[in-house]
């Protein structure tokens, strides 16, 4: 009797385990679907003569709507200017969130604590509340409608978050390698290049990707500082493709849409082994 009793019990459980796991497999692929459904919809429409909201295959096929963005004035002059912007920005953020970072990690103050935590509260000032007295400290200083002024921006807007996870990652990197250095007669500086920085890879890689990904689909902060055409990312470029009276070029907007995300797909690939090696020191310090 207690035998069928647990016999029963265990159908039961395997049965619970069972509904749960295809509860979480049927959330995952809606929340799969969420993600793929706009990408087919912009993969699809730039190559579909008759292109509309509508997600659905074309009955042809079609480079109309590429030939029509590939000018200088909608697509390379903006993926340019973006370029500049970014990069740029992205490593200006990198170096000082590195030089930021190291005494942190490595040494101990009282107010390192209060340090991260302001940094963290700069995390969380929305972008909108500040771009005010920011275009008005721009307009003083001349650097309103200027890209080396946006890059400024761009690199004090993301550093507070690039300051913490580049600080986790250093955190990972034992001192005992840089002690070693310094014994041999290397300056802090000079183990933070040669030591700590190539161990710490994959971490600069995050970041790097982080910063410039954030930068790339910025539009609110170009759209304020710029005011030249011509200097226009092709974050704010894209507004062009939404006409008056709701009338929008779907299939060029769509195509736009797929060259525009191509540079970020590229930096992910060429850091993608960065990001997966991760920190391979458990051999290079002997207890």
Known sequence: MASGTSGTSRASMASRRTTRRLAADAGLLVVAAAFILPLAWVLLSSVDPDANLRVKVPDGVTLSHFDAVLTPEITFTPLLNSLLLCGGGTLLTVVCAALAAYPLSRFRSRLNRPFLLTILFATSLPITAIMVPVYALFVQVNLIDTLQGTIF?????????????????????????????WTDGASPFQSLLRIVLPLMGPGVAVVTVFSFV???????????????????PAAVSINEFFGNRGMV???????????YSTP????????????????????????
Request: hydrophobic share 60%; no cysteine.
């Open 153 to 181: 921006f761009f690199a004090a807007s993301q550093l507070p978050f690039a300051i913490w996870l580049m600080k986790n990652f250093m955190d990972g990197v034992p001192k005992e390698l840089e002690e070693a250095a």
């Open 249 to 259: 070029a779907y299939g060029q907007l769509a195509a736009f849409s797929v060259i």
């Open 264 to 287: 970020v797909i590229l930096l992910y690939v060429l850091v993608a082994r960065r990001l997966g090696g991760g920190f391979a020191l458990g051999g290079a310090v002997k207890g």
């Open 214 to 232: 954030m930068m790339w689909g910025n539009f609110f902060v170009p759209f304020m500082l710029l005011l030249t055409p011509d200097q226009m």
